[in-house]
Structures are given as C-alpha cells and as structure tokens.
Antibody, heavy 118, light 107 residues
Framework: EVQLVESGGGLVQPGGSLRLSCAASGFSFSSYVMNWVRQAPGKGLEWVSGISGSGTSTYYADSVKGRFTISRDNSKNTLDLQVNSLRVEDTAVYFC???????????WGQGTLVTVSS | DIQMTQSPSTLSASVGDRVTITCRASQSISSWLAWYQHKPGKAPKVLINQASGLESGVPSRFSGSGSGTEFTLTISSLQPDDFATYYCQQYYIYPLTFGGGTKVEIK
C-alpha cells in the first residue's frame, strides 16, 4: 500500500523556518518525481516544488524560489522541504505528492499544517 | 509561467444533472492536463490524465476533452459523492500550475 506521511508543520513567526518531511513507503521511491503542493485556508491548490527521482533536478514556484529548498534521501525514502523566511501568506496545508515523469500527480499525503503568525 | 483559468468558480447543480467545467491555459499545453477531485480534509484524487484518459477506478460518468488551450471536464449524471471541488492542472512544463478550482455545490 502506498503511503506518504508528512510531518514537521506547526506555528512559526514571520521570518522563521521549518523543515517539513515526508516518509514514503509502498512504491519504488527513487523512480518517482516528488512534489510539495500547498493549500492556504479557503484557497485553491498551489504547486510549490518538485525534485527528480535522482535528486539532481529541482523546481520551484516563483512564490517560494530562494526561500524554500527541496531535497530527498532515496536510501531512507524521505522527502524534505526546508522553508525559510516564512511569510504570513505561506500559511497552508502542505501536501507531499508523487508523480512519474510526464504523468500527473497520482498520490497525495494527508498534509501537514504550517501556520505563520506573530 | 502558464496560467490556468477555470470556470465557473462555483456551480450549483442537482443529482442527475450534466455538469461541465472549463479550463483554459495561457499557452498551448498539448494534452498535458489532469483533472483532480478534492474533498475537505482529504487528499486530492486524480480523475483524468492526458486531457481525456480516465484514471483506473474512476466512474465512467467522468470524462475529459480538449487539447492545446481549451479543456473540459464533464460529469454526465451528477451523483451525491461528486459534490466537491475540481481542479485542472498542467504538467507540460515547470512550474506546474493549477486552475483556481470549481466548487460543485448541491442546488
């Protein structure tokens, strides 16, 4: 059974940092492009970042470029998102999601909530 | 970046209705388009890939069409389980982008 379990969310002040993690199981992790997608309260889905199966290629939305860093450890089947210089508008549920190259996202985790507030 | 524009943003319909949601891309994405269903508190679920390919296990009342810049998702006969928010997403090029969503409500 495929599982993606996010952790690391919480309450942080503007300008602060968090490290989100996603533990993957039930599939060949290194064969999949992994992604972070977020949903702010009352808003739609926003793709945030993606990383190739090997980890050599990374991609970011303009809204987070330079502040967020995606990484993966294929030996541990884990995906991370280091989020720095957080803003109030980064408040959202962050979903870990997988896809194969040239395919849509086919599985999502349940999400972890990040709240940025003073 | 490719902008995805969905319409309508909200749709009120009754069980048994035929429902159509439109998605427009700001530039051609060929058929690199997916449709997702999202219910509150749950993970989104992919319904359609490659603009018209029905995902395994998805009821046949869902269908997708279009290519280039204009796409549609059709639900042929709305069922109680279908009340949710629907998103289109292009996966032609990074950054991947979603439409703003269409909330299908009970009339």
């Amino acid at each position: 059974e495929v599982q993606l379990v996010e952790s690391g969310g919480g309450l942080v002040q503007p300008g602060g940092s968090l490290r989100l993690s996603c533990a993957a199981s039930g599939f060949s992790f290194s064969s999949y492009v992994m992604n972070w997608v977020r949903q702010a309260p009352g808003k739609g889905l926003e793709w945030v970042s993606g990383i190739s199966g090997s980890g050599t290629s990374t991609y970011y939305a303009d809204s987070v470029k330079g502040r967020f860093t995606i990484s993966r450890d294929n030996s541990k089947n884990t995906l991370d998102l280091q989020v720095n210089s957080l803003r109030v508008e980064d408040t959202a549920v962050y979903f870990c999601a997988k896809r194969q190259t040239n395919q849509p996202i086919d599985y999502w985790g349940q999400g972890t909530l990040v709240t940025v507030s003073s | 970046d490719i902008q995805m524009t969905q319409s309508p943003s909200t749709l009120s319909a009754s069980v048994g209705d035929r429902v159509t949601i439109t998605c427009r891309a700001s530039q051609s994405i060929s058929s690199w388009l997916a449709w997702y269903q999202h219910k509150p508190g749950k993970a989104p679920k992919v319904l359609i890939n490659q603009a018209s390919g029905l995902e395994s296990g998805v009821p046949s009342r869902f269908s997708g069409s279009g290519s280039g810049t204009e796409f549609t998702l059709t639900i042929s006969s709305l069922q109680p389980d279908d009340f949710a928010t629907y998103y289109c997403q292009q996966y032609y090029i990074y950054p991947l982008t979603f439409g703003g969503g269409t909330k299908v409500e009970i009339k």
